[in-house]
């Protein structure tokens, strides 16, 4: 690396908050100067980076500066050979029967045959549009969406989704496939952040969005406020949406069009006043959380999401776990959660083993915990899926996913994590309505936006 790159990579690390003493640098330029066999990038990341939640933010500053993955990319315009694989993918049936034509970018996502490698397939986006789109002002959301639109990357996972529903797929090739569309979206993400801040020549975007990618689990206090903030953002966003119905009641608002219907029988004479009253949309809202030491952090977000959303349920009851289960309803009412992250901390007099039993805690849940929920209520389950090794009971899980409307699952560990021995989220899964990873902020949004 010359002493002008090193130079720049200093400089933009510190622009992202990155601590790089002169100590630092020092020893950087000596270990590179006695080790000329090792990586400098490895040299460089194992000096620089102190924390592990840096890494991330390190690797994409790494890829904006060094990688340069735009220099290398094809104008498949011209080039003839990726001319020939949009060929290929134009007016094509997806692999669930659907239609996958020619994305209006002139990249599409096809599932017959070899699919192509995710990054090439990123790359055959044209930069130039990547600028066009950042220049307009759009959110940073709104320009991945734009870009996995004219992808088809929609209509892509969707046939997949039909062909796993219709057991066309084996479960070895759907998970293949969940791990390609998260690998995906990720490099399309960073695709767009290096056209952010190429668009505004600073860092800041790339600021800007770390936190919403860091996991939640390492986030600083400074960044759990900026988590918080958004989402009592997306909570007043839903809010104004239609999440209530009307219902007739004894006092409230008037009823002006029911006090007419009923007057015309009476040639127009009022006998007596009719009122309604506004009432939640949905029924029953009913959370269980592990608060096992891996899972703690991210059960304080998910608490929050659910205090700032507790208008529009008519019910809402919380179960904490680990081999047991207990009710923690009544925190859900406090908008401090002071209560809530205390019954985390003292969950330990609360259990026997201190390692997560799922099994058991279905079991309880099914035969004691949920015998008077409404058919109308959705659970959403926070956990990993680590079960130690335990039986996974997950007859215990049907028994309550035939109750209730729907099942959500949230797990924040990468997908290829739930395929480990001692997971058992393949059991589980096919009971839930669908499984949503929740590593991080954006992973949140993406749940509020699906689920509620």
């Known amino acids: 690396m010359d002493g002008w790159n090193f130079v720049r990579l200093v400089h933009a690390l510190r622009q992202v908050s990155l601590s790089i003493s002169s100590q630092d640098i020092f020893d950087v330029q000596t270990c590179l100067s006695r080790f000329p066999e090792l990586s400098e990038k490895q040299i460089i990341k194992s000096v620089f980076i102190h924390r592990p939640q840096d890494t991330e933010i390190f690797e994409t500053v790494w890829r904006i500066l060094l990688e340069n993955p735009e220099s290398s990319t094809p104008n498949y315009a011209e080039d003839e050979t990726n001319n020939s694989v949009l060929e290929e993918n134009q007016d094509s049936s997806g692999i669930g029967g659907q239609g996958i034509g020619r994305g209006s970018g002139g990249v599409s996502l096809t599932t017959r045959g070899n699919v192509l490698d995710f990054s090439h397939i990123t790359k055959l986006v044209p930069f130039s549009r990547l600028e066009e789109l950042t220049s307009r002002g759009l959110e940073f959301e709104d320009v991945v969406k734009t870009i996995l639109a004219e992808m088809d990357y929609y209509t892509w996972i969707n046939s997949f989704d039909l062909a796993f529903q219709r057991g066309e797929l084996s479960e070895e090739t759907w998970y293949k496939h969940q791990d390609t569309r998260a690998s995906l979206v990720r490099e399309i993400q960073q695709r767009v952040i290096t056209a952010q801040v190429s668009d505004e020549n600073s860092w800041e975007p790339l600021v800007r969005q770390h936190w919403l990618i860091k996991s939640l689990s390492t986030l600083t206090e400074k960044e759990k406020e900026l988590v918080k903030s958004s989402i009592r953002k997306w909570a007043r966003k839903l809010a104004v949406r239609p999440g209530t119905r009307w219902k007739n009641s004894h006092r409230g608002t008037i009823d002006i069009s029911q006090i007419v219907r009923q007057s015309v029988q009476w040639d127009g004479l009022l006998f007596h006043l009719n009122y309604r009253k506004k009432i939640p949309r949905a029924s029953e809202l009913v959370v269980l959380c592990d608060v096992s030491n891996s899972m703690a952090a991210f059960v304080e977000f998910l608490i929050y999401l659910v205090t700032c959303l507790r208008a529009r349920f008519r019910k809402i009851r919380v ?49 004691n915990k949920l015998n008077d929920v409404s058919s109308r209520a959705t659970l959403l389950i926070l956990g990993d899926g680590k079960n130690n090794y335990r039986p996974a009971q997950k007859e215990y899980l049907a028994q309550i996913a035939a109750k209730v409307r729907n099942v959500f699952w949230l797990n924040p560990l990468e997908l290829e994590e739930w395929n480990e021995r001692d997971n058992m989220m393949k059991e589980y899964q096919n009971y839930c309505s669908k499984v949503y990873r929740c590593r991080s902020a954006s992973d949140l949004q993406r749940i509020v936006q699906d689920v509620f």
């Open 319 to 367: 179960f904490f776990f680990i081999d047991s289960v207990w009710d923690v309803s009544e925190f859900v009412c406090d908008d401090d959660l002071s209560r809530a992250k205390q019954e985390i901390k003292s969950s330990g007099d609360k259990v026997t083993s201190g390692f997560s039993d799922y099994g058991t805690v279905f079991q309880e849940l099914a035969e």
